[in-house]
């Protein structure tokens, strides 16, 4: 089938992130405690920050063995120093030959710095590297989001609409790390920020297991377990944002759950209108929602899914106006190399209207992709 698809929820990982970015970007009294590359003592090489590791850098086939690239019989690294996944040349490839027209870029980084003000600054430095490199690059096809200093309100809101003026599509919240949880009247200056400039709202997995992650790493089924139901932590996200009233008091402002997968969401909607019905607000008489959370959930939320037949079958439970397919590249659990089989195995016998709304129309709208 030629059909235009966007992929809703991509990533760009520390392990291919250029090694000069922050040393060439930061302001100078920030370079020494900023993130930077150096030799790792058991091989390879590393990235440091406030002295302390941050992560590996570059190859990833030392932690994970066997990569998605190796599994399509591409090369990771197609030219000395340059990494795929972080290139806009080779990744267009990779999405010419998927089918896809466009990418929406999360990252994979972990924002829990010491230094505040550090962070700020790493932030406004990475996306400054998207905008004008890495997206400029891709000619409209890579779409770039604006990580939010998560520690201060009106920090976020500058870099939202700094974001916003650089050419980036929407604002990540790193709502595993603020130091204040996602409903807290602190964020309302934010969330105004976000209706007034039409900048989507951001959340992703990444955090919120109690116990899975306990799991001594050396153990193969890590992995599987964290990945199978990571994105079902964020109904707890969802739930607070919603009985909270904070999407309620702010109507025109679209908030996406990357990767939380389909299948939860309509159970939950189902016990959020139901609890409602049984309890009302009595507890939290400060609070009063003018819509019901299936209501809100339908005018202003949204979710990405990758490889879920299920979770397609349930579309028509809740609303095709609220969800997004995702190839999850470069990931191992996502669907590249085979993401146009993926695509026919769940939309092959969909209303085509669903099909169009769930692989275009609701991200092009949201992120403004013409």
């Not at 050396?218 to 990945?227: E, G, I, M, N, R």
């Not at 309890?279 to 209501?295: C, D, I, Q």
Request: glycine share 8%.
């Amino acid at each position: 089938m030629n059909e235009r698809v966007i992929s809703a929820d991509d990533h760009i990982d520390l392990t291919y992130v250029p090694q000069d970015l922050w040393q060439k970007r930061l302001p100078a009294k920030y370079r020494d405690a900023g993130p930077k590359v150096i030799d790792n003592p058991h091989g390879g090489k590393m990235w440091v920050r406030e002295d302390k590791s941050w992560g590996h850098w570059g190859s990833k086939r030392p932690e994970n063995k066997i990569i998605v690239f190796d599994k399509a019989g591409l090369p990771e690294e197609p030219e000395p120093g340059v990494w795929r996944a972080t290139s806009a040349k080779y990744r267009l490839q990779d999405m010419d030959a998927e089918g896809v027209y466009a990418q929406v870029l999360y990252n994979f980084l972990d924002w829990s710095f010491t230094d505040q003000e550090l962070k700020s600054a790493v932030c406004t430095a990475f996306n400054s590297w998207q905008a004008e490199e890495l997206c400029a690059d891709a000619k409209g096809r890579l779409i770039g989001l604006a990580t939010l200093p998560a520690h201060d309100a009106e920090a976020a809101v500058r870099e939202l609409k700094r974001g916003q003026s650089i050419g980036l599509k929407g604002a990540y919240f790193d709502v595993w790390g603020a130091v204040k949880p996602i409903f807290d009247p602190m964020w309302e200056p934010l969330w105004n920020a976000s209706e007034e400039t039409g900048m989507s709202i951001n959340v992703h997995v990444g955090a919120g297991s109690h116990s899975l992650l306990k799991i001594p790493n050396d153990q193969p089924w890590k992995l599987p377990s964290l990945a199978a139901v990571l994105g079902m932590q964020l109904e707890e996200v969802l739930t607070t944002m919603i009985l909270s009233g904070v999407l309620d008091r702010h109507p025109k402002m679209k908030f996406v759950l990357g990767e939380s997968g389909i299948g939860w969401i309509p159970y939950v909607l189902e016990r959020l209108d139901y609890e409602i019905s049984q309890y009302g607000m009595v507890r939290a008489s400060s609070v009063t929602l003018k819509a019901t959370p299936r209501e809100i959930f339908h005018r202003q939320c949204y979710a990405t899914f990758a490889d879920e037949t299920l979770g397609v079958k349930l579309i028509p439970e809740t609303s095709a106006d609220n969800f997004m397919w995702a190839a999850d590249y470069p990931h191992g659990d996502g669907s590249f190399p085979h993401s146009r089989q993926v695509r026919e195995r769940m939309f092959g016998n969909a209303d085509p209207a669903v099909r169009r709304k769930v692989l275009w129309d609701n991200a092009a709208a949201i992120y403004k992709i013409s």
